[in-house]
Protein backbone atom coordinates (compact mmCIF):
# COMPACT_ATOMS: atom_id res chain seq x y z
CA UNK A 1 0.00 0.00 0.00
CA UNK A 2 2.33 2.05 0.79
CA UNK A 3 4.59 1.50 -2.22
CA UNK A 4 1.38 2.26 -4.56
CA UNK A 5 1.14 5.46 -2.69
CA UNK A 6 4.77 6.30 -3.11
CA UNK A 7 4.00 5.45 -7.24
CA UNK A 8 0.92 8.07 -6.69
CA UNK A 9 3.32 10.80 -5.31
CA UNK A 10 6.08 10.13 -7.44
CA UNK A 11 3.52 10.63 -10.69
CA UNK A 12 1.80 14.00 -9.18
CA UNK A 13 4.58 16.33 -8.95
CA UNK A 14 5.69 15.19 -12.93
CA UNK A 15 2.44 16.19 -14.17
CA UNK A 16 2.19 19.38 -12.11
CA UNK A 17 5.61 20.27 -13.67
CA UNK A 18 4.75 19.37 -16.91
CA UNK A 19 1.33 21.71 -16.97
CA UNK A 20 2.93 24.43 -15.57
CA UNK A 21 6.49 24.67 -16.76
CA UNK A 22 5.05 23.56 -20.40
CA UNK A 23 3.53 27.09 -20.49
CA UNK A 24 6.89 28.80 -20.20
CA UNK A 25 8.75 26.32 -23.06
CA UNK A 26 5.30 27.33 -25.34
CA UNK A 27 6.15 30.46 -24.29
CA UNK A 28 10.37 30.08 -25.58
CA UNK A 29 9.14 28.09 -28.52
CA UNK A 30 6.63 31.30 -29.28
CA UNK A 31 8.59 34.40 -29.43
CA UNK A 32 9.92 34.07 -33.03
CA UNK A 33 6.50 33.86 -34.35
CA UNK A 34 5.23 36.39 -32.20
CA UNK A 35 7.15 39.49 -31.33
CA UNK A 36 7.13 41.82 -33.66
CA UNK A 37 9.76 44.50 -31.99
CA UNK A 38 11.55 44.76 -28.80
CA UNK A 39 8.00 45.73 -27.01
CA UNK A 40 6.83 42.35 -28.17
CA UNK A 41 9.67 40.60 -26.22
CA UNK A 42 8.84 41.95 -23.20
CA UNK A 43 5.73 41.18 -22.83
CA UNK A 44 6.31 37.99 -23.54
CA UNK A 45 9.04 37.34 -21.20
CA UNK A 46 7.10 39.14 -18.10
CA UNK A 47 4.23 36.91 -18.95
CA UNK A 48 6.45 34.12 -17.35
CA UNK A 49 8.80 36.13 -15.23
CA UNK A 50 7.22 35.70 -12.10
CA UNK A 51 6.09 32.35 -12.69
CA UNK A 52 8.75 30.00 -14.36
CA UNK A 53 11.45 29.67 -11.64
CA UNK A 54 8.56 28.52 -8.99
CA UNK A 55 6.97 26.07 -11.43
CA UNK A 56 10.48 24.27 -11.23
CA UNK A 57 10.14 23.38 -7.59
CA UNK A 58 8.13 20.77 -8.82
CA UNK A 59 10.63 19.19 -11.26
CA UNK A 60 12.71 19.40 -7.84
CA UNK A 61 9.88 17.22 -5.85
CA UNK A 62 9.98 14.83 -8.42
CA UNK A 63 13.20 13.88 -8.39
CA UNK A 64 13.36 14.45 -4.66
CA UNK A 65 10.55 12.13 -4.40
CA UNK A 66 11.82 9.65 -6.92
CA UNK A 67 15.23 9.09 -4.82
CA UNK A 68 13.45 9.16 -1.41
CA UNK A 69 10.86 6.48 -2.54
CA UNK A 70 12.44 4.61 -4.97
CA UNK A 71 16.18 4.63 -4.92
CA UNK A 72 16.76 1.60 -7.05
CA UNK A 73 14.67 3.35 -10.04
CA UNK A 74 16.45 6.53 -9.44
CA UNK A 75 19.73 4.91 -9.90
CA UNK A 76 18.86 2.93 -13.17
CA UNK A 77 16.98 5.63 -14.52
CA UNK A 78 20.14 8.38 -14.13
CA UNK A 79 22.69 5.61 -15.63
CA UNK A 80 20.29 4.42 -18.99
CA UNK A 81 19.19 8.15 -19.57
CA UNK A 82 21.81 9.59 -18.57
CA UNK A 83 22.65 11.42 -21.59
CA UNK A 84 18.85 12.88 -22.38
CA UNK A 85 18.36 13.82 -18.49
CA UNK A 86 21.78 15.84 -18.20
CA UNK A 87 20.81 17.18 -22.04
CA UNK A 88 17.55 18.31 -20.04
CA UNK A 89 19.37 19.60 -17.31
CA UNK A 90 21.54 21.76 -19.36
CA UNK A 91 18.63 23.30 -21.54
CA UNK A 92 16.88 24.40 -18.63
CA UNK A 93 20.27 25.82 -17.10
CA UNK A 94 20.22 27.70 -20.05
CA UNK A 95 16.12 28.88 -20.46
CA UNK A 96 17.31 29.78 -16.71
CA UNK A 97 20.59 31.97 -17.55
CA UNK A 98 18.80 34.10 -21.03
CA UNK A 99 15.66 34.56 -18.93
CA UNK A 100 17.84 36.15 -16.11
CA UNK A 101 20.27 37.96 -17.52
CA UNK A 102 18.53 39.63 -20.29
CA UNK A 103 17.43 42.64 -18.33
CA UNK A 104 21.32 42.79 -17.39
CA UNK A 105 22.44 43.82 -21.03
CA UNK A 106 21.78 46.91 -22.72
CA UNK A 107 22.73 46.16 -26.10
CA UNK A 108 20.64 44.49 -28.46
CA UNK A 109 22.92 41.94 -30.07
CA UNK A 110 23.37 40.89 -26.18
CA UNK A 111 19.76 40.35 -25.82
CA UNK A 112 19.03 38.88 -29.09
CA UNK A 113 21.84 36.22 -28.31
CA UNK A 114 20.21 35.36 -25.28
CA UNK A 115 16.76 34.86 -26.89
CA UNK A 116 17.99 32.90 -29.16
CA UNK A 117 19.39 30.38 -26.55
CA UNK A 118 15.97 31.08 -24.87
CA UNK A 119 13.96 29.77 -28.00
CA UNK A 120 16.35 27.16 -28.53
CA UNK A 121 16.65 25.33 -24.73
CA UNK A 122 12.78 25.83 -25.12
CA UNK A 123 12.46 23.61 -28.04
CA UNK A 124 15.40 21.40 -26.94
CA UNK A 125 14.00 20.69 -23.16
CA UNK A 126 10.63 19.95 -24.51
CA UNK A 127 11.59 17.50 -26.99
CA UNK A 128 13.80 15.51 -24.94
CA UNK A 129 11.10 15.36 -22.08
CA UNK A 130 8.93 13.49 -24.47
CA UNK A 131 11.82 11.16 -25.84
CA UNK A 132 12.61 10.23 -21.99
CA UNK A 133 8.90 9.82 -20.88
CA UNK A 134 8.05 7.94 -24.25
CA UNK A 135 10.96 5.63 -23.86
CA UNK A 136 9.36 5.06 -20.05
CA UNK A 137 5.74 3.94 -21.48
CA UNK A 138 7.37 1.81 -24.45
CA UNK A 139 9.87 -0.06 -21.92
CA UNK A 140 13.85 -0.11 -22.16
CA UNK A 141 16.35 -3.02 -23.04
CA UNK A 142 16.81 -3.69 -19.76
CA UNK A 143 18.40 -6.39 -17.94
CA UNK A 144 17.80 -8.05 -14.53
CA UNK A 145 20.34 -5.78 -12.90
CA UNK A 146 18.56 -2.67 -14.67
CA UNK A 147 21.86 -2.65 -17.25
CA UNK A 148 20.91 -1.45 -20.82
CA UNK A 149 21.51 -4.42 -23.62
CA UNK A 150 21.96 -4.05 -27.15
CA UNK A 151 21.68 -1.27 -29.66
CA UNK A 152 18.27 1.01 -29.40
CA UNK A 153 15.43 -0.57 -31.52
CA UNK A 154 13.74 1.09 -34.14
CA UNK A 155 9.97 0.52 -32.45
CA UNK A 156 11.99 2.25 -29.43
CA UNK A 157 13.51 5.45 -31.68
CA UNK A 158 10.33 6.00 -33.34
CA UNK A 159 7.94 5.73 -30.48
CA UNK A 160 10.79 7.96 -29.02
CA UNK A 161 10.52 10.90 -31.25
CA UNK A 162 7.17 10.37 -31.61
CA UNK A 163 6.60 11.26 -28.26
CA UNK A 164 8.94 14.38 -28.43
CA UNK A 165 6.73 15.76 -31.50
CA UNK A 166 3.95 15.10 -28.57
CA UNK A 167 5.24 16.99 -25.97
CA UNK A 168 6.58 20.29 -28.64
CA UNK A 169 3.18 20.32 -29.82
CA UNK A 170 1.34 20.45 -26.48
CA UNK A 171 3.24 22.60 -24.96
CA UNK A 172 3.36 24.86 -28.00
CA UNK A 173 -0.38 25.42 -28.16
CA UNK A 174 -0.26 25.56 -24.04
CA UNK A 175 2.08 28.54 -24.30
CA UNK A 176 0.41 30.48 -26.91
CA UNK A 177 -2.80 29.79 -25.06
CA UNK A 178 -1.03 31.67 -21.88
CA UNK A 179 -0.12 34.57 -23.94
CA UNK A 180 -2.95 34.93 -25.82
CA UNK A 181 -4.49 35.10 -21.59
CA UNK A 182 -1.89 37.30 -20.06
CA UNK A 183 -1.40 39.81 -22.83
CA UNK A 184 -3.44 42.64 -25.11
CA UNK A 185 -3.93 44.49 -28.30
CA UNK A 186 -2.33 42.69 -31.27
CA UNK A 187 -0.12 40.25 -29.26
CA UNK A 188 -2.45 38.55 -27.68
CA UNK A 189 -4.51 38.28 -30.99
CA UNK A 190 -1.47 36.61 -32.84
CA UNK A 191 -0.96 34.47 -29.77
CA UNK A 192 -4.88 33.58 -29.77
CA UNK A 193 -4.63 33.35 -34.07
CA UNK A 194 -1.84 30.43 -33.58
CA UNK A 195 -3.63 28.73 -30.91
CA UNK A 196 -6.10 28.10 -33.12
CA UNK A 197 -3.65 26.64 -35.86
CA UNK A 198 -2.23 24.77 -33.65
CA UNK A 199 -5.13 23.04 -32.14
CA UNK A 200 -6.01 20.79 -35.01
CA UNK A 201 -2.11 19.71 -35.25
CA UNK A 202 -1.77 19.10 -31.24
CA UNK A 203 -4.97 16.60 -32.18
CA UNK A 204 -3.80 14.73 -34.80
CA UNK A 205 -0.64 13.96 -33.38
CA UNK A 206 -2.48 12.83 -30.04
CA UNK A 207 -4.33 10.05 -32.46
CA UNK A 208 -1.08 9.26 -33.77
CA UNK A 209 0.60 8.75 -30.34
CA UNK A 210 -2.57 7.04 -29.40
CA UNK A 211 -2.28 4.42 -32.16
CA UNK A 212 1.54 4.27 -31.70
CA UNK A 213 0.96 3.40 -28.24
CA UNK A 214 -1.75 0.66 -29.14
CA UNK A 215 0.70 -0.35 -31.49
CA UNK A 216 4.18 -0.54 -29.91
CA UNK A 217 3.83 -0.52 -26.41
CA UNK A 218 2.04 -2.90 -23.71
CA UNK A 219 -0.32 -0.36 -22.60
CA UNK A 220 -3.03 -1.21 -23.93
CA UNK A 221 -2.59 -4.80 -22.99
CA UNK A 222 -2.37 -2.78 -19.06
CA UNK A 223 -5.66 -1.23 -19.81
CA UNK A 224 -7.67 -4.38 -20.93
CA UNK A 225 -6.17 -6.12 -17.68
CA UNK A 226 -7.56 -3.18 -15.48
CA UNK A 227 -10.27 -1.73 -17.64
CA UNK A 228 -11.09 0.72 -14.29
CA UNK A 229 -8.09 2.97 -15.15
CA UNK A 230 -9.83 4.01 -18.94
CA UNK A 231 -11.27 7.07 -17.02
CA UNK A 232 -7.95 8.21 -17.18
CA UNK A 233 -7.86 8.77 -21.03
CA UNK A 234 -11.16 9.11 -21.32
CA UNK A 235 -10.81 12.58 -19.22
CA UNK A 236 -7.84 13.66 -21.21
CA UNK A 237 -9.86 13.27 -24.55
CA UNK A 238 -13.13 15.37 -22.41
CA UNK A 239 -10.32 18.31 -21.64
CA UNK A 240 -9.02 18.45 -25.02
CA UNK A 241 -12.46 18.78 -26.75
CA UNK A 242 -13.28 21.36 -23.81
CA UNK A 243 -9.85 23.06 -24.75
CA UNK A 244 -10.54 23.55 -28.31
CA UNK A 245 -14.50 24.26 -27.21
CA UNK A 246 -13.15 27.21 -25.12
CA UNK A 247 -10.42 28.30 -27.64
CA UNK A 248 -12.88 28.88 -30.38
CA UNK A 249 -14.77 30.89 -27.86
CA UNK A 250 -12.09 33.35 -27.09
CA UNK A 251 -11.87 32.33 -23.55
CA UNK A 252 -8.31 31.73 -23.13
CA UNK A 253 -7.68 31.31 -19.77
CA UNK A 254 -10.59 28.23 -19.42
CA UNK A 255 -8.73 27.14 -23.08
CA UNK A 256 -5.29 27.24 -21.23
CA UNK A 257 -7.19 25.49 -18.00
CA UNK A 258 -8.42 22.69 -19.94
CA UNK A 259 -4.91 22.22 -21.37
CA UNK A 260 -3.63 22.09 -18.18
CA UNK A 261 -5.47 19.30 -17.52
CA UNK A 262 -4.94 17.18 -20.83
CA UNK A 263 -1.32 17.45 -20.45
CA UNK A 264 -1.23 16.43 -16.71
CA UNK A 265 -3.46 13.29 -17.88
CA UNK A 266 -1.18 12.67 -20.48
CA UNK A 267 1.12 12.03 -18.16
CA UNK A 268 -1.37 10.12 -15.85
CA UNK A 269 -2.62 7.69 -18.55
CA UNK A 270 1.08 6.89 -19.02
CA UNK A 271 1.85 5.84 -15.84
CA UNK A 272 -1.38 4.20 -15.02
CA UNK A 273 -0.35 1.83 -18.15
CA UNK A 274 2.86 0.74 -16.65
CA UNK A 275 2.22 0.56 -13.31
CA UNK A 276 3.16 -1.10 -10.49
CA UNK A 277 6.35 -0.38 -13.05
CA UNK A 278 8.54 2.54 -12.80
CA UNK A 279 11.05 1.45 -15.62
CA UNK A 280 9.47 -1.53 -17.99
CA UNK A 281 11.81 -4.08 -19.35
CA UNK A 282 11.20 -4.71 -23.47
CA UNK A 283 13.14 -7.59 -22.82
CA UNK A 284 11.76 -9.69 -19.86
CA UNK A 285 9.09 -7.83 -17.76
CA UNK A 286 10.90 -10.05 -14.85
CA UNK A 287 13.45 -7.71 -15.30
CA UNK A 288 10.93 -4.15 -14.88
CA UNK A 289 11.62 -1.82 -12.28
CA UNK A 290 8.81 -1.99 -10.01
CA UNK A 291 7.28 -0.42 -6.55
CA UNK A 292 7.68 -3.58 -5.29
CA UNK A 293 11.66 -4.23 -5.89
CA UNK A 294 12.61 -0.71 -6.29
CA UNK A 295 10.89 0.86 -3.04
CA UNK A 296 12.29 2.26 -0.10
CA UNK A 297 12.11 0.50 3.30
CA UNK A 298 8.55 1.12 5.07
CA UNK A 299 9.82 3.45 7.93
CA UNK A 300 11.43 5.59 4.76
CA UNK A 301 8.08 5.86 2.90
CA UNK A 302 5.98 6.99 5.80
CA UNK A 303 8.44 9.69 6.02
CA UNK A 304 8.24 10.80 2.95
CA UNK A 305 4.52 11.20 3.26
CA UNK A 306 4.42 12.72 6.12
CA UNK A 307 6.92 15.47 4.84
CA UNK A 308 4.61 15.34 0.94
CA UNK A 309 1.49 15.91 2.98
CA UNK A 310 2.66 18.51 4.67
CA UNK A 311 5.01 20.38 2.21
CA UNK A 312 2.35 19.66 -1.16
CA UNK A 313 -0.48 21.91 0.30
CA UNK A 314 1.83 24.94 1.50
CA UNK A 315 3.95 24.90 -1.71
CA UNK A 316 0.41 24.64 -3.76
CA UNK A 317 -1.19 27.44 -1.85
CA UNK A 318 1.95 29.68 -2.19
CA UNK A 319 1.69 29.14 -6.04
CA UNK A 320 -1.73 29.58 -6.19
CA UNK A 321 -1.32 32.85 -4.12
CA UNK A 322 1.50 34.34 -6.81
CA UNK A 323 -1.01 33.11 -10.01
CA UNK A 324 -3.75 35.28 -7.60
CA UNK A 325 -1.38 37.99 -7.22
CA UNK A 326 0.02 38.53 -11.01
CA UNK A 327 -3.26 37.21 -12.47
CA UNK A 328 -3.83 40.78 -15.02
CA UNK A 329 -2.03 40.77 -17.80
CA UNK A 330 1.96 41.44 -18.69
CA UNK A 331 2.64 45.16 -19.68
CA UNK A 332 6.19 46.27 -20.44
CA UNK A 333 8.53 47.36 -18.20
CA UNK A 334 11.43 49.41 -19.30
CA UNK A 335 13.17 48.33 -16.21
CA UNK A 336 13.33 44.91 -17.04
CA UNK A 337 13.42 42.55 -19.94
Known amino acids: ?111 KALDALFVGSSVAAAFLFGIVFAALFKGLPINAAGDWQGPLTPGLAA ?17 RLWLAAKTEGRLAERAGAGAKKLFGVVVAIAILFLLLTAGLTELGSAYLRRPLFFFIPALMAAALVMEGVWLWRGAWMRAWAASCGSIALLVFSGLAGIYPALLPSSLDPAWDVTIHNAASGPYTLKIMLAVALALVPVVSAYQLWVYRLFRGPAGEDEDGY
Open 1 to 111: MLASIGFALWGLPWAVYFMLDGFDLGVGMALPGLARDEADRKRLYRAIGPFWDGNEVWLIAAGGITFAAFPRAYGVIFSVLYAPLMAVLFMLIIRGAAVALRPELPGAAGR
Open 159 to 175: YALAGGAAFLAMFALHG
